[in-house]
Structure formats: structure tokens, C-alpha cells
């Protein structure tokens, strides 16, 4: 027997098999994807628009505030940082945002699609992540020319320059962190269609929170005192505000590593969190289901 | 030792009982009641290396669950199952890359891809050499003669092209036991040939294991040499085909053909008169009185040929299932 067969015979693939079929589902993903390229390509640069809005409806709300000789602020914010953070909340959610993940979870789950992951030598979760990152590369790749281009447009609000070098890191460490934070996270909202079948207005509740206490609406420094100290707690941040706030030098440099640690314990709570869900729900579809 | 054993196995489900109406279902949010529904019980079987194996028998019947819990899709409620070694609900890795599962009504394939790239995923998945996996394609495409649709987004192919690029999909790794639910389901006549003529070829030539569920009385006659017939969970018949109708079936069914311009009077006193279609008639006859009651016709009429048959076996199919349920009802009762 060659060592190859040994390999195959005991079911553990080497590193090299696994990043062959890695390799294989990311292409596939990305093939598929680029399907219906022109809806893409059109829903990419759509995604430019809601910039305007609010460049236009910051800058009021700071004018009204405007005394003479001062620059007004808002939870910390001058006008300037408030579009910084607009612009980089939303390269953050480029990376978290995951369109369709939970519903499609629960859709495969009430379709019986699941079985396919039952019956095949293939991990779901391992799958859809392959899927996703795929996702993601195929947008960036349409994207990254019209960030760019808006980036440069807006280059005037970013006051403070570039970042040193170690905070850009640790913005790419909370980029890439807040894209399996986001993943997780939802994929456990889906992975709740294994109790519950329909998860459309669980999502939307979700979707609810996210949008105000992630910090895409407005930085979650506005907030009242109270209500910031917990939503500080909560691991939503990490979706938009938090990759913003290191970029901008908003965290106290010397609690960044701090700050960034916590944030990936809480990438390892939702992939145990999902592993459990995914464990207990497959005993329950083969249980009660089928 | 069977390749599949299958003991006392038993499957039920708990179902929401759910009464008509609006009121019905708002209290049904506070308070449920459940109904158990037993689709498998008490199922034994065997079956060895190389055989191919029909399950019949009417919707819920339990033959899905049977090939469900063969797969391990679903866990028994009790009882015990081992295929090559394995117990299929434990979900091994060494046993997914054995066996393979066919849905007539479920899509594998990506749907706006051409089949070819699900392959090159389940060539992946299941670890197979580049060489064996051309070659096996080759072999598959060839035989299926869908060379020229391996590069066509799924979603654009006929039903029955689909089945067969599902087919390929799930015998690119050469699996040892096939499990088939209703392959040629919603086919037409045509397709429908194709794919038996296929799965025979296929399966004389490799020896694998097939399980198989139809409702088409054809696949399974062009396929089967054994026919397990499941009704209400329960193995009621396990044999060969034409068993069947021995077992089944308490009568025969006997033409007679007149003599030119013979008015044949009363009929019914030798059995069921199935049709009359001058000079022939058609009569159903109970198994055990067949001489007798073929001698009194042949003393009786002038009578010039007369054929002697089974049944159809559609009928004492029916038949049976039609025993089992009254039966079911009085024992209840």
C-alpha cells in the first residue's frame, strides 16, 4: 500500500487534499457567481449611492451645530471623521455583510437539501464558508476600482493621513475577523432553521440590531452613555464600527491588542456556537425529520 | 456475510396533529398534540454483494425511510442496520465514499453551472485519481451518450438529461451500494428506457449493489430479480417477480374463443366475465376451480381456442395491497 492510500484509507487528508478541495469549491463559487455577472456588476456600484446621502446629511447636522471659532463634534466626531467613517464603515461591510446566508441555511433545511451534506463526505459549514469567501473575492475584484476612485474623491476628510503602519495591521486583522465574526453569526441565525424551519423574521430582528448597534447607522459613540457601555459588550460592533474606529485612531493604542483579542474570542464563540448548533440540529433532522 | 443486514429496524415519527381551522391553529401555538406515525417497523432483510433489489409498494409506504435510514440521512427509532461493516447513521467518512443515493426529485448538480464542475467537486470530495475519474467519466458520458451537454448549465437541460448527469455524478466514485428513490420519476417513456437500459448495463458490468424504489411496475420488471414489497412499514413479500402473482393473486384469467356465429348465453356461472368481444370473452376464474370450470365451458360451447394466464401483475399488486390494508382495518377495529 502506498502511502497515498493510507492517507485516503484513514480518512484524514493531508493538508495538501484539503487545499485541493478548498481550492476546487472557491473556484466553482466564484464560476457560479459570475453567472449573472451585469446584476453583480449593477449591484456593486448601487452600493455607492447611500455615501452621498450621507455626506450631504452630516454636513447639515454639523452646520446647524457650528459656532463661530470652534469645530463642532458629535460623540467625538468632527465632520470630516464623520465621513471618514462612513467611507470605512462601509469597506467593514464589504467584508461582514452576508447576504442570504441565514435564509439560505433555513431554506436548505426546510427543502431537505441538507441531506446532500449528510449523505456526501463534505462539511456544510466548511462549505459555505469556501462559498462565501468566494463571494467576497468576486466582489472585491468588480469593487475595488470604485472604492478606489471614491476613496480618492474623498481623500480631503481623512485629516489625519494614513495611518501608522501597526494600526493599518490591526484594521486588516479586524477587516478579516469581522468577515467569520459576520459569517458565524448569521450561519447560527440559520442554523436555528433546524428548530424553527422559518427564520425570515428571526433575520429580521437581527438585521434590526445590527443596523443600529453595529455602528453602520452612526458611530455607537452617539449613543446614551448607558446603552454604549453594553452595546460595547456586544460582539455586533465588529460588523462596522470597531474596524472603523481602529482605522480612525479612535481606539487608545494601548488597549488595541486588548480590544482585538476579545474580538477574536468571539470569532471562536460563534464557531463553537455553530459547530454545537449544527451538531445538535443534525441529531434532531435525523431524529424527528428527513 | 450480507453486504447489507437489516434487524428489527424501526423508524417513527412524531407528526404536529393539527385540527381544521383558524382557532384550531391559535391554540395550536400554545398547546400541541402529536400523532406517532411508525413508517418503518420491524423491518428485517438481507441483502448480498451484487444484487439488485426492488422496493414496491404504495406512497408512505415506508420504502423512502428504509433508504433514508440506509444512508444515513435519518436515525432509527430502534433496531440495527450494517452495510459493508458500517451503521449508516453514524455518518463515517469511510462509509459516505462507499455508497452514493439517487433522488429522482432532488437536484445535486449546480444548477447554473455545467454538470462537468460539480464533477470536478466530487472528484474532490471523494479523493479520486485524476486517471480513474476520466476514465469513469469517459465510461459514464459514453454509455449515457451526454458527451456533448457536460459543458451546458444545468438549469438548461431537460429532465431527463438532468437525471442522467445526477446519475454520473453519483457513480463517479465507483460507489460499491447504490440507493435509488424513484430514479425515472416524471420521465418520459423514452428517458425512461434509457435510464433502466443504463442502470442494467451498468450494473452487470460492475456488480454493485442497487436498492431500488419505483413506482414504475417496468423499471422494476427490467431490472429486478428480487422485489421486496413494503406496505405499512412492514415487509410483506420477498421473493422474485413472478412470485408474486403465486402468492398474491387467487386467480386466472382464461379467453375463449367461440366458434363462428356462436351466441354464448350466460357466462357469469364459470367466473367474473372481464369483457365479450364477439366471438371472444374474457373470464376471471378462481385458481382452485379452473379445470372444472374450464371443462364445463368447453362441454358446454363450441369452442375453438382458449388461453390461460396470470393476471397482469399491476393487478395482483393491487391486490395485495388492498389485503393488507383490510386487514390493517380489522385489526384495528
Known amino acids: 500500500m502506498t502511502n497515498n492510500e493510507l492517507l485516503a484509507d484513514s480518512g484524514l487528508p493531508s493538508f495538501a487534499d484539503r487545499l485541493r478541495i478548498w481550492w476546487t469549491i472557491v473556484r466553482i463559487s466564484l464560476e457560479e457567481r459570475l453567472v449573472y455577472r451585469g446584476d453583480f456588476a449593477l449591484g456593486t456600484l448601487m452600493r455607492f449611492l447611500p455615501i452621498i446621502t450621507q455626506i450631504f446629511l452630516w454636513s447639515a447636522v454639523f452646520s446647524s451645530m457650528a459656532r463661530p471659532g470652534e469645530q463642532p463634534t458629535f460623540g467625538g466626531f468632527r465632520f470630516h471623521d464623520m465621513v471618514a467613517y462612513y467611507l470605512i464603515t462601509m469597506l467593514a461591510r464589504a467584508f461582514s455583510s452576508m447576504p442570504g446566508l441565514s435564509s439560505g441555511i433555513a431554506r436548505q433545511v426546510r427543502d431537505g437539501e441538507i441531506k446532500k451534506f449528510l449523505v456526501q463526505p463534505i462539511d456544510l459549514l466548511g462549505f459555505l464558508l469556501l462559498g462565501r469567501v468566494a463571494h467576497k473575492l468576486a466582489y472585491y475584484s468588480v469593487a475595488a476600482l470604485p472604492f478606489a476612485f471614491v476613496f480618492f474623491l474623498c481623500r480631503g476628510y481623512f485629516a489625519d493621513g494614513f495611518p501608522p503602519w501597526h494600526i493599518f495591521a490591526a484594521f486588516v486583522a479586524s477587516l478579516l475577523m469581522g468577515f467569520l465574526i459576520g459569517f458565524f453569526m448569521e450561519a447560527a441565525i440559520g442554523l436555528i432553521g433546524f428548530w424553527f424551519l422559518e427564520v425570515s423574521s428571526l433575520l429580521f430582528i437581527y438585521m434590526l440590531f445590527s443596523f443600529f448597534l453595529s455602528g453602520h447607522m452612526f458611530p455607537i459613540t452617539l449613543l446614551p452613555d448607558w446603552i454604549e457601555w453594553i452595546v460595547q459588550l456586544l460582539p455586533l460592533k465588529y460588523l462596522a464600527y470597531f474596524p472603523a474606529a481602529v482605522f480612525l485612531g479612535k481606539i487608545p493604542p494601548d488597549e488595541l491588542g486588548k480590544e482585538l483579542l476579545i474580538e477574536f474570542v468571539w470569532v471562536l464563540v460563534f464557531i463553537v456556537a455553530c459547530r454545537w448548533m449544527y451538531a445538535r440540529g443534525v441529531k434532531r433532522y435525523s431524529g424527528f425529520g428527513g | ?333
Open chain 2, 1 to 333: 456475510m450480507s453486504i447489507i443486514e437489516i434487524e428489527n429496524l424501526s423508524k417513527s415519527y412524531r407528526v404536529y396533529k393539527k385540527r381544521e381551522g383558524l382557532m384550531a391553529s391559535v391554540s395550536g401555538l400554545f398547546r400541541r398534540e402529536y400523532r406517532e406515525v411508525e413508517a418503518v417497523r420491524n423491518i428485517n432483510l438481507c441483502v448480498e454483494e451484487g444484487e439488485f433489489v426492488a422496493f414496491l409498494g404504495p406512497n408512505g409506504a415506508g420504502k423512502t425511510t428504509t433508504l433514508k435510514l440506509l444512508s444515513g440521512v435519518i436515525n432509527p427509532t430502534s433496531g440495527t442496520a450494517r452495510v459493508m461493516g458500517y451503521t449508516p447513521w453514524l455518518r463515517e467518512n469511510g462509509y459516505r465514499r462507499r455508497f452514493a443515493l439517487v433522488m429522482g426529485q432532488k437536484n445535486q448538480l449546480w444548477w447554473d453551472l455545467p454538470a462537468q464542475e460539480s464533477y470536478r467537486l466530487h472528484q474532490q470530495i471523494y479523493r479520486i485519481e485524476q486517471g480513474t475519474f476520466e476514465r469513469t467519466l469517459d465510461e459514464l458520458t459514453e454509455l449515457l451518450d451526454v458527451r456533448r451537454l457536460l459543458g451546458q448549465p444545468v438549469r438548461e437541460l431537460s429532465l431527463g438529461e438532468r437525471m442522467k448527469m445526477e446519475l454520473i455524478a453519483a457513480l463517479l466514485h465507483g460507489p460499491d451500494v447504490l440507493f435509488l428513490d424513484e430514479p425515472t420519476i416524471g420521465l418520459d417513456v423514452v428517458a425512461q428506457h434509457n435510464i433502466q437500459q443504463f442502470l442494467r448495463q451498468y450494473q452487470e458490468q460492475k456488480k454493485t449493489t442497487v436498492l431500488l424504489t419505483s413506482h414504475y411496475m417496468k423499471d422494476i420488471v427490467a431490472l429486478c430479480q428480487r422485489v421486496v414489497v413494503i406496505a405499512d412499514g412492514q415487509i410483506q413479500y420477498d421473493g422474485s417477480l413472478t412470485g408474486i402473482i403465486d402468492a398474491f393473486s387467487g386467480s386466472k384469467v382464461i379467453t375463449l374463443q367461440f366458434a363462428e356465429g356462436h351466441e354464448p348465453g350466460d357466462l357469469a356461472q364459470f367466473g367474473e366475465v372481464l369483457s365479450i368481444n364477439l366471438p371472444k370473452a374474457k373470464i376471471k376464474i378462481p385458481r382452485a376451480d379452473v379445470p372444472r370450470r374450464l371443462a364445463d365451458a368447453l362441454a358446454a360451447h363450441p369452442i375453438e381456442d382458449v388461453v390461460v394466464e396470470d393476471p397482469p401483475l399491476e393487478e395482483a399488486i393491487a391486490d395485495m395491497f388492498h389485503k393488507v390494508r383490510e386487514s390493517q382495518q380489522t385489526s384495528i377495529a
